[in-house]
């Protein structure tokens, strides 16, 4: 069985490139890539930056009561 996937060009030729400076096809890459996915080997999630910088806003007092709301709200619908 066969599968088409859509990949943008742009991230396939270099994909492509790679593979190739590597001695592997593409449709290589992408099976090694889905077995250890399957296999647990990879895991696909967001990273945290650790540089995180702390910037003090000031804003008018009407601003902050509709920020104030809407963390109200988000607090009571969570």
Do not use: C, H, P
Not at 9 to 26: E, W
Not at 60 to 73: A, F, G, H, R, Y
């Amino acid at each position: 069985m066969n599968t088409s996937i859509a990949i943008r060009k742009d991230i396939r030729d270099q994909a492509s490139q790679k593979a190739q400076t590597d001695g592997l096809s593409i449709s290589a890459v992408v099976r090694i890539l889905l077995l250890d996915y399957a296999n647990g080997r990879i895991e696909i999630g967001s990273r945290s930056n650790t540089n995180i910088a702390v910037e003090k806003i000031e804003v008018d007092s009407k601003t902050q009561k509709m920020m104030d709301d809407v963390i109200l709200e988000w607090n009571k619908n969570k």
